[in-house]
């Protein structure tokens, strides 16, 4: 995979590096991880969540609310349920690549 910044040496402007340093910390709690590797099946509401990654509701919401504001989850309404599923493919590319470090 080609680094953006390969080639030469660039450091970024500090609103940019400010913003991905946000974007780290979004993926810094494991209920969090938990829940991004959940949706790797699909969407599922908060219910299907709770029971794939053994939270309580409350935690699963609470870190559903912070994965939203992160950009790194969308949610859809039907009826009463509320369903997530991963923002887009880049959250599914910035995952396997961190399993990918961790594991070798």
Same mark, same amino acid.
């Given at each position: 995979?080609?680094?953006?910044?390969?080639?030469?040496?660039?450091?970024?402007?500090?609103?940019?590096?400010? *913003?991905? &340093?946000?974007?780290?910390? &979004?993926?810094? *709690?494991?209920?969090?991880?938990?829940?991004?590797?959940?949706?790797?099946?699909?969407?599922?509401?908060?219910?299907?969540? %709770?029971?794939?990654?053994? &939270?309580?509701?409350? &935690?699963?919401?609470?870190?559903?609310?912070?994965?939203?504001?992160?950009?790194? %989850?969308?949610?859809?309404?039907?009826?009463?349920?509320?369903?997530?599923?991963?923002?887009? *493919?880049? %959250?599914?590319?910035?995952?396997?690549?961190?399993?990918?470090? %961790?594991?070798?």
């Amino acid at each position: 995979m080609k680094s953006a910044y390969e080639g030469e040496i660039h450091i970024m402007d500090e609103e940019k590096a400010y *913003d991905l &340093a946000e974007l780290f910390k &979004a993926f810094s *709690d494991s209920t969090r991880v938990k829940i991004l590797l959940a949706l790797f099946e699909g969407e599922l509401n908060v219910s299907q969540l %709770v029971e794939k990654i053994g &939270a309580t509701q409350t &935690a699963v919401s609470h870190q559903l609310r912070s994965l939203k504001a992160s950009h790194l %989850v969308r949610c859809r309404r039907e009826g009463k349920n509320m369903f997530y599923s991963l923002a887009d *493919d880049h %959250v599914k590319i910035i995952m396997d690549c961190a399993i990918e470090h %961790v594991e070798e």
